[in-house]
């Protein structure tokens, strides 16, 4: 697999999403006053975080198409989800909140997928 493999590139927007969500509840923690902006941001990282793991244990479980489809969709649910409270937090018009449920359904759909994939089984990846 070489660096720009996609195979790559799911892993790696996991990470990316880690070090977004402890940058910012780093700032949150330490950097804002506004106790609203911090709820926003400290609403996002509790998402993120514990979906970026399910990533990584996910690809642990199982790396195959079906399960990486449902992956990529937590994975950029949360990241949605948590870019939008942070946007929020840092002043943006209160218009972008309306991109929070896009997040919120990526991720819902990617664990319906996931659960899916999971009762299915092998059967999917015959096809």
Do not use: C, K, Y
């Amino acid at each position: 697999m070489t660096p720009r493999s996609p195979a790559r590139w799911l892993p790696a927007l996991a990470a990316a999403n880690a070090m977004i969500a402890l940058t910012f509840g780093t700032f949150a923690a330490h950097g804002i006053s506004d106790p609203q902006a911090r709820e926003w941001i400290m609403t996002g990282v509790t998402f993120q975080l514990p979906h970026v793991a399910a990533v990584f244990a996910l690809l642990a479980w199982r790396d195959s198409p079906m399960v990486r489809a449902g992956a990529w969709a937590v994975a950029l649910g949360s990241l949605i989800f948590a870019a939008d409270l942070d946007a929020l937090a840092l002043g943006a018009p209160r218009v972008v909140a309306a991109f929070a449920p896009i997040g919120g359904s990526a991720m819902l759909l990617g664990w319906l997928w996931l659960a899916f994939t999971a009762l299915a089984g092998d059967r999917l990846e015959r096809g």
